[in-house]
């Protein structure tokens, strides 16, 4: 027998099947194993197994190892390889790599085992003062604990918290005690009980979208309903539905979303059958959860991104929640989108896709719009709450009016009344740091990253400058480095000076933080949410972190400091952005049996987005920028694909990126009418860490396989080292 191995080891090079013999050991398809790779033992996934090898006898080495005693790589998941290596182009190690927890690799990780001990059979029914000395009183006790206590055991660890350790050997030396060794699932998140599950009876709109769901097979289903409209209500009735019909569920949301409110109602409602899989989990309790998918003991599993990769048998449901949040495309390698992931899984179990959103994205709509997906609609919010009033308010008129600061007159009259009728405020910028840029009042010089084309922002708790995309430190400036001016001015305020603000206008009433800065620590995410929660403080500022999770009863004011931001981003999508993101946080305000209000404050108040976002109208929204990519012939009614080049050494990455756009030159001579686009530039970032980064982008009809294709061949063939180059379809970054 040979065993064909994928060896784990990330480059284009060796990527592809190597033939090892099988010697003795007993090796199938989808296990790991150890194996002789030039001078290297290296670690290889078996993808397959054979009668005959082309390879010379006197070439051929062995398996050294096995690392896993069952497959790991179940059958479906071989196939989903074989699609994604295909589909978007990946190489095979790196799409195995995403079907393991990452610590399984190199045994960083392995199964927590623990010491048990219970009574000996030969003892247990026996007067213990046959053999434990009438005065060695602790024996006596742990012979009494151990038989009417834990008659089934104790873990030693426990045991040894409530009786003595000494006793506890003595009895085990003599056989009294036995101790054995069984191995022990960590679990995430033990302190998240499962609370009662009452039933409710679901709305007419609700139970129709049920009955679709279950109904259909190798579908995808589009959810769209306002927060509050049962969406999620509905995903949990489809997942009960398939674990009734013997199958099993995988449901995803946003990295940020999961929150132990989410995870408590899947307890409530599926018990020990949920597991949970995000980036937040320990390494041993990742593995553990993933493990359990594997064995079957989890039948749903709840998580971000990577848990579409869950090695669940049977698949009957997958739900991506929130479906046009990007954190489901991933943007670094390896680039995939989650949603054509659960597309293939679903299609090959026979089970369905729902994509539930109060604003799905505009191809999505548009796919189910025009009868590729199906729609279903939650219209109203099944307590039938008002959604917040939104005013709109223009921030020129408030520069007109002498107010230079970054609350207006309305947003302080609005905070005014909140806190004074004892609720809470939250507001949002999607700007960290105390201010974005520094610059020198008298020549106009902005503080800079050495290693990144980037301004540097500043940070007033560490008096720093700090790059935010290298996170390089630089000491704040006293004086111009260029001009020796000691005028130096701060740029747009973040996050961090906003709290400082508002600490000096309203002492007392306690403002919190939630961005990247303030929640860097494990745990310090929901410590925060956690303290708001209990009112511990009246204010929350956060970035786009607070737009989702939990829900405040107590919040009635929503504040938008800057809505502007996304929708001055040089993208195709950054009206639809603007759209969602606002929507979002507004869905904030007014969530229990008070009113919610919305200050959006703007530089563009007569934007058509605005006025969507204030009437809550998605259709409207919808029509207007759909007809709008259809006429500029973008996204869904074209593909943008992007060619990023980058290298350390600027010549040779050019050097890279002409010979590429020569040869989509010569293919765009070719295939004319394929072609609606096609230029090369530097990136918008044109260096980050040292690295300068230039780019081609290519707008093509949609129904370009070939030409995708083709240029995916190109930028392969024209790879030199040190210089590094991928292309990505639709990204959801342009920078
Ligand atoms: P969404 O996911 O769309 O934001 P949820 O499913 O979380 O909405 O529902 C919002 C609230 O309404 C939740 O507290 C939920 O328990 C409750 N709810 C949902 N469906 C019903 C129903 N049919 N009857 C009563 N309450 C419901
Ligand atoms: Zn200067
Ligand atoms: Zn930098």
Redesign the pocket.
């Known amino acids: 027998m040979f065993a064909e191995v994928i060896v784990d080891i990330a480059a284009a090079e060796v990527d592809r099947v190597f033939d090892y013999g099988c010697g003795e050991l007993d090796i199938k398809r989808g296990v790991r194993v150890t194996v002789p790779f030039g001078r290297m033992t290296v670690e290889g996934f078996v993808i397959g197994l054979k009668e005959h090898t082309d390879v010379p006898e006197g070439k051929l080495k062995d398996v050294i190892s096995v690392l896993d005693a069952r497959p790991i790589i179940t059958e479906e998941m071989f196939g989903l390889l074989d699609y994604m290596v295909a589909r978007m182009h990946l190489l095979k190690v790196d799409v195995l790599r995403l079907f393991i927890p990452a610590a399984m690799r190199g045994g960083r990780v392995r199964e927590l085992t623990r010491q048990y001990a219970r009574l000996s059979e030969a003892y247990r029914d026996r007067d213990p003062n046959e053999f434990i000395k009438k005065t060695a009183l602790a024996q006596h006790e742990l012979f009494e604990y151990l038989l009417t206590e834990k008659p089934e055991g104790e873990l030693v660890s426990e045991l040894t918290k409530v009786v003595s350790a000494s006793a506890l050997r003595n009895l085990a030396g003599r056989g009294i005690v036995e101790i054995t060794d069984a191995e022990q699932m960590r679990l995430p998140y033990a302190d998240v009980k499962a609370g009662e599950y009452v039933p409710?009876?679901?709305?007419g709109e609700?139970k129709s979208a049920v009955v679709a769901i279950t109904a259909a097979k190798g579908k995808t289903f589009v959810l769209h309903?306002?927060?509050?409209?049962?969406?999620?209500?509905?995903?949990?009735r489809c997942i009960e539905e398939a674990l009734a019909a013997g199958r099993t569920a995988i449901m995803l949301v946003p990295e940020i979303s999961l929150t132990p409110q989410v995870l408590r109602?899947f307890r409530s409602r599926f018990g020990d059958k949920v597991a949970v899989l995000h980036s937040a989990l320990g390494q041993g309790e990742k593995f553990d959860e993933w493990r359990k998918c594997l064995s079957g003991e989890a039948k749903v599993v709840l998580g971000a991104r990577s848990a579409v990769f869950a090695p669940l048998e049977n698949v009957g449901i997958i739900i991506i929640?929130e479906e046009h949040d990007s954190s489901y495309i991933s943007d670094r390698t390896p680039r995939y989108s989650t949603a054509e992931v659960a597309e293939w899984r679903i299609k090959y179990n026979g089970a369905n896709l729902v994509l539930?959103s109060?604003t799905p994205s505009v191809e999505t709509y548009y796919a189910a719009k025009t009868g590729r997906y199906e729609l279903l609609e939650?219209t109203g919010?099944?307590?039938k709450r008002p959604l917040p009033e939104i005013e709109i308010v223009n921030m020129c008129r408030e520069i007109a009016l002498g107010n230079n600061s970054i609350f207006s007159a309305p947003l302080l009259r609005e905070l005014d009344a909140c806190l004074e009728s004892g609720n809470q405020a939250m507001l949002f910028l999607n700007r960290r740091g105390y201010a974005s840029f520094v610059m020198c009042r008298a020549c106009g010089f902005v503080a800079k990253c050495e290693r990144c084309d980037v301004s540097l922002v500043y940070h007033r708790e560490e008096n720093r400058l700090k790059c935010h995309y290298c996170g390089n430190m630089y000491s704040m400036l006293d004086v111009c480095p260029k001009c020796g001016s000691p005028f130096i001015r701060e740029g747009y305020i973040g996050t961090e000076k906003v709290v400082r603000l508002l600490e000096e206008m309203y002492p007392g009433v306690g403002v919190l933080r939630m961005d990247n800065d303030s929640t860097r620590t494990k745990g310090a995410h929901a410590r925060i949410l956690g303290e708001f929660g209990e009112k511990k403080a009246r204010i929350l500022v956060g970035t786009q972190m607070i737009a989702k999770g939990h829900d405040f009863p107590d919040v009635t004011l929503v504040g938008i400091l800057d809505a502007d931001m996304s929708l001055h981003t040089a993208d195709y999508r950054s009206v639809e952005r603007t759209f969602q993101l606002t929507t979002q946080v507004a869905g904030r305000a007014g969530r229990a049996s008070l009113p919610g209000k919305v200050v959006l404050q703007t530089y563009a108040p007569k934007h058509y987005v605005y006025e969507y976002v204030r009437t809550g109208d998605y259709k409207g929204f919808y029509e207007k920028e759909i007809n709008l990519r259809e006429v500029t012939k973008y996204p869904p009614f074209a593909t943008i694909m992007r060619v990023l080049v980058s290298g350390s050494d600027d010549a040779k990455a050019g050097g890279v990126l002409k010979n590429i756009y020569e040869r989509v030159v010569a293919l765009k001579e070719k295939y004319p009418d394929k072609f609606i686009y096609l230029a090369y530039m530097r990136a918008p970032l044109k260096k980050i860490m040292d690295e300068y980064r230039m780019q081609i982008l290519v707008r093509l009809t949609v129904g370009s396989d070939e030409i995708i294709d083709a240029v995916y061949g190109i930028v392969d063939e024209c790879r030199e080292p040190k210089v590094t180059s991928y292309a990505e379809i639709n990204p959801v970054k342009l920078s």
């Open positions: 409710v009876e679901l709305t609700q309903g306002v927060t509050g409209s049962g969406k999620t209500e509905v995903y949990m109602s929640d539930g109060a939650l919010r099944v307590n």
